[in-house]
């Protein structure tokens, strides 16, 4: 079935994102607004635009009856849930289906086996695919301790419905698992609506390096890894392509495995394979992202594929008219984070954007949700903007991205450009050399110097 009118049931940058790859495929869009949006640059791109409730997430994005009539009430044929909000919700796309649209995704199905956690697990073990040593569902805290006595101390507690690190705690000995325990059963309840809870053994000092899948039914295909270890609270700050440090078997090992994932659970679209990486290169599964994901940029710097694009095209029953042969990577991008973020709590900081200037020129590319004069509000997600930056190699890159973030303009807020300054100046990630405790040691740094 044909896209002839593509509602966009996101916000932000990734809503502008959608909107110009449509337009340039000559695909009218329909956009969703709350209440506290109306003013955003995304709102008026959009070839037509349907308030759909007050600010709150619940009583806007993630109202799916509302999201659905807008569909309706526009004549749109097709759903792009962007990511985030709705994007990995298995009861939604079936509706959008039940509806008789198209749902820019995977089926149903595949959103639901791989958004519980545990069922994931199982499955790519069957798959053969490397996961790290855990557990099935704890249910008690007495539980918990038997089992992670089995699989050995220190172990990873975390939420089997969950993502973005919510509910995820370290523990280190049976004295911490009950006070964590009741801790993560609550947010994992508040969260995903599921308390249901498992166990992983804690891998110190990992990479966090994923791949890039596209699949059309008939053909996987993988588009290279994206390292993302530079993260606060297991959420990512800054990502690039190819990974810096990685051996070449390691990266042909981490794409074969991805490829096997997605076939073994019958996958279609873009999607992205999440690994563990640990110093001495044993990789193992962490969890499939069945969505395009906020990074997606630095794979389309290096590959030079729109995967916008080729998300409707898989959509609409097209074959990949792809080769994994031909599929190269050229260069090196950095993504890096823009939130309105208090640099010393870490904390949201809505206001309004006296001024938004981002940087340009060669190898620069903004993607923003908002412009001078915005107001970022309390409501949502705090990254107003993500600058992706590309170089003939990763020297060249890194020197563009210093002067991309020396030149980007945020005024009237606070923002965490501050921060993504000391990464690009700190040795370790100079070298390559770093893992997923790199904020954490900057931090340490910077607190340190305060006291």
Known sequence: MKIKKLLIANRGEIARRIIRTCRERGIPTVAVYSEADG?????????????????????????????????????????????????????????????????????????????????????????????????????????????????????????????????MQVLRGPEEVEKAFATAQGRAKAYFGDETLFMERFIPSPRHVEVQILADGERTLHLFER?????????????????????PQTREGLCLAAVRAAEAVGYTGAGTVEFLVDPDE????????????????????????????????????????????????????????????????????????????????????????????????????????KCIVYGRNREEALERSRVALADFDVRGIQSNLPLLREVLDRPEFISGQYDTQLLANIDHAIRGDKR
């Not at 806007?60 to 526009?74: F, G, P, V």
């Not at 390292?227 to 990974?243: A, L």
């Not at 954007?353 to 981002?358: G, M, Q, R």
């Open 227 to 247: 390292e993302c270890s530079v993260q606060r609270r297991n959420q990512k700050v800054v990502e690039e392509s190819p990974s810096p440090s990685i051996r």
């Open 39 to 167: 003013d955003l640059p995304f709102v008026r791109e959009a070839d037509e635009a349907v308030e759909i409730g007050p600010p709150p997430v619940a009583k806007s994005y993630l109202n799916q009856e509302a999201l659905l009539k807008a569909a309706r009430d526009t004549g749109a044929n097709a759903v792009h849930p962007g990511y985030g909000l709705l994007s990995e919700n298995a009861a939604f796309a079936r509706q959008v289906e039940a509806e008789g649209l198209i749902f820019v995704g995977p089926p149903p199905q595949v959103i639901a086996k791989m958004g519980d956690k545990v069922t994931a697990r199982q499955t790519m073990q069957d798959a053969g695919v490397p996961v790290v040593p855990g557990t099935g569902d704890v249910h008690t805290p007495e539980e918990a301790i038997r089992k992670a006595e089995e699989i050995g101390w220190p172990v990873m507690l975390k939420a089997s419905a969950g993502g973005g690190g919510i509910g």
């Open 282 to 385: 044993n990789f193992y599964f962490l969890e499939m992202n069945t969505r395009i994901q906020v990074e997606h940029p630095v794979t389309e710097m290096v590959t030079g594929l729109d995967l916008v694009s080729l998300q409707l095209d898989i959509a609409q029953g097209k074959a990949l008219s792809l080769d994994q042969e031909a599929i190269r990577t050229q260069g090196h991008a950095l993504e890096f984070r823009v939130y309105a973020e208090d640099p010393d709590r870490f904390l949201p900081s809505p206001g309004t954007l006296e001024a938004f200037v981002p940087p340009s020129g060669e190898g620069i590319r903004v993607d923003a949700g908002v412009e001078s004069g915005s107001t970022v509000t309390p409501f949502y997600d705090p990254m107003i903007a």
